[in-house]
């Protein structure tokens, strides 16, 4: 993990390229506007808008529960985004993950055509998410953790930070001494799909993917 960069570091062009401040948390409550948001445009990128029926309201009341502590169920990481540091915060005093912060260099400027909507707070903007829980591999006897979703937003991709969320999930693994970390990718996503075998992800053919939902599975839950 990289330190905060010095107050007196710029966004300004240095002779490394354009300079962002980055900073990984844990997600709260309030940010469930940007979630939402987040979570639609994923579903327009991967063509399942016809799936998407999460409202703000249904993920507020089911991946913020104040019984269960952050990495036990459902975790949200956030990745953010800022042309100045980071000031502390209460994040950084977190008992459950302290945020990882780095300074990223760039070889090109960007632009943020949708900063106002995913502003967080002043000169900060929410980039992606990784949403992930823990799972089980018996063969293993060992806990680990299942990738739901990550996202990061189109402005920002082919910057890395694809990557600095899966490996804060990772470290995160480690960490806890976990067996494995799981998820799915599209079969016709093959940025994707390179992106996941070049950071040692493996392909697993000899699975099928299934899934039971909807009127099947009220159907199949009333069967006696």
């Known amino acids: ?11 300004e062009t240095t002779p490394l ?11 709260t409550p309030s940010d469930i506007p940007h979630i939402h948001k987040l979570i639609h445009q994923m579903a327009v990128f991967e063509r399942l808008t016809h799936l998407f029926s999460a409202t703000e309201s249904s993920l507020s ?35 459950f993950f302290k945020p990882i912060t780095e300074l990223v260099n760039l070889r ?6 949708e900063r106002d909507t995913f502003k967080s707070m002043d000169d900060v903007s929410v980039v992606g998410f990784v949403m992930f829980f823990p799972n089980y591999s018996t063969f293993l006897g060992k806990a680990g953790f299942y990738v739901e ?5 189109e402005c920002y991709r082919r910057m890395g930070f694809g990557k600095m969320l899966f490996c804060a999930v990772a470290k995160e693994a ?3 001494n976990y067996g494995r970390v ?13 992106f996941y075998e070049e950071m040692g992800g493996e392909v697993v053919e000899e699975y099928k993917f ?13 069967t006696h």
């Open 1 to 11: 993990m990289a330190p905060a960069a010095p107050p007196s570091l710029t966004p």
């Open 17 to 27: 390229g354009y300079q962002l401040f980055t900073r990984i948390r844990l997600a």
């Open 61 to 95: 009341a089911t991946l913020f529960s104040p019984t269960v502590q952050p990495f036990q169920s459902f975790t949200i990481l956030l990745l953010e985004a800022s042309p100045t540091p980071f000031p502390v915060s209460t994040f950084d005093s977190n008992p």
């Open 108 to 113: 090109l400027p960007y632009e943020d055509p």
């Open 149 to 153: 979703n990550l996202y990061v937003r």
């Open 174 to 176: 480690v960490k806890r």
């Open 182 to 194: 799981d998820w799915v990718v599209l079969d016709w996503n093959v940025n994707a799909i390179r």
């Open 210 to 222: 299934f899934r039971l939902t909807g009127k099947d599975l009220q159907a199949f839950g009333h």
